[in-house]
């Protein structure tokens, strides 16, 4: 989920019924028959009826494309800020767009399900990934809302919750 959270981030998940664009959720994928259940963390980017395919590295819901504009660069990835057309954003990272999932055909989420991507677009298995697929809302444990432990001490506290405005960027919730 880099850019938003880091590897050896802890985060407080709030357990609620209620999901929402922009949220990031951790949910339980079924495993295998025999396998340990694994739990992820994405970021949902589309509610149930709603049409989602990725197209040369850009998303693309209900027909439009979501922007992207660049705000910064890291090892080997540029980072954007990416726009649904709702107004929401948030800070995405890649290395390309020409990965194995930058091409998807389009899928209409089926009622009770939801398309989740992770922010490190080019290093996440999410609903691209046809074994992954949308995820059903019973699977779903709670919304991530803020890091509550990381080995960046600056880091701690950071919200992760979309703010006013639909703009979702972490920031301190201590910090001016």
């Known amino acids: 989920m ?14 609620t019924p209620l999901v929402r664009l922009c949220d990031i959720v951790v949910y339980r994928a079924p495993a295998p028959r025999g396998t340990a259940e694994v739990d992820y963390i994405r ?44 107004g929401c954003s948030y800070l ?24 989740g991507l992770g922010d490190n677009r080019d290093d996440a298995m999410d609903s691209r990934v046809p074994t992954v697929g949308p995820i059903p809302i019973e699977n779903i444990l709670g919304t991530a809302v803020m890091i509550y432990w990381a080995q960046d001490g600056k880091r ?21």
Do not use: W
């Not at 880099?2 to 357990?15: C, F, H, L, N, S």
């Not at 960027?169 to 001016?176: A, L, Q």
């Open 43 to 86: 970021r949902i980017i589309a509610l149930p009826g709603d049409q989602v395919a990725y197209v040369g590295g850009r998303l693309r819901l209900n027909g439009k494309i979501a922007s992207r504009e660049p705000v910064g660069s890291g090892d080997h990835v540029t980072i954007y800020r990416e726009t649904l057309p709702n």
């Open 2 to 15: 880099a850019p938003t959270i880091q590897m050896g981030d802890y985060v407080m998940v709030e357990i």
């Open 92 to 115: 995405i990272q890649e290395m390309d767009d020409n990965g194995i999932f930058d091409n998807t055909s389009e899928v209409t989420l089926q009622p009770g399900t939801f398309y």
């Open 156 to 176: 701690i506290g950071l919200t992760l919750k979309p703010t006013k405005g639909n703009t979702m960027t972490p920031t301190s919730s201590s910090s001016p």
